[in-house]
């Protein structure tokens, strides 16, 4: 009877140790999937940041254009402003000299 309850005892132990083995390996498991989960969150993650970086990048570029081209035109109209009062003064100053030299002759 004794022989009978040892064998009962290792047949227990040898099914603890077969639930414990099971239950490593299906924890195992359970950490890489885990792990893998995490990391394709990580991935997604970084996608998604760096599609947003990308969508900010294109907004400041447009931005930038935009106003370079507003002080693109403002210079422009400025420069044909400066041209226009350059042109009236030419005149001034060339009906100046013509009067002057009508007046005073070629002494």
Do not use: P, Y
Not at 34 to 62: D, F, K, P, S
Not at 75 to 90: D, Q, W
Not at 100 to 105: L, N, S
Request: with cysteine.
């Amino acid at each position: 009877m004794l022989t009978e309850i040892f064998e009962q005892i290792k047949q227990q132990e040898e099914m603890a140790a077969q639930l414990v083995q099971k239950a490593r390996a299906e924890a195992r498991d359970i950490l890489k999937g885990v792990e893998t989960a995490i990391a394709e969150e990580e991935r997604n993650e970084m996608q998604e940041q760096r599609a947003a970086l990308q969508q900010h990048l294109e907004n400041t570029r447009q931005d930038f254009a935009k106003q370079l081209d507003s002080v693109m035109a403002a210079k422009r109209k400025h420069e044909s402003e400066a041209i226009e009062a350059c042109r009236k003064n030419m005149e001034q100053a060339s009906d100046w000299i013509v009067e002057r030299v009508m007046q005073h002759g070629t002494d």
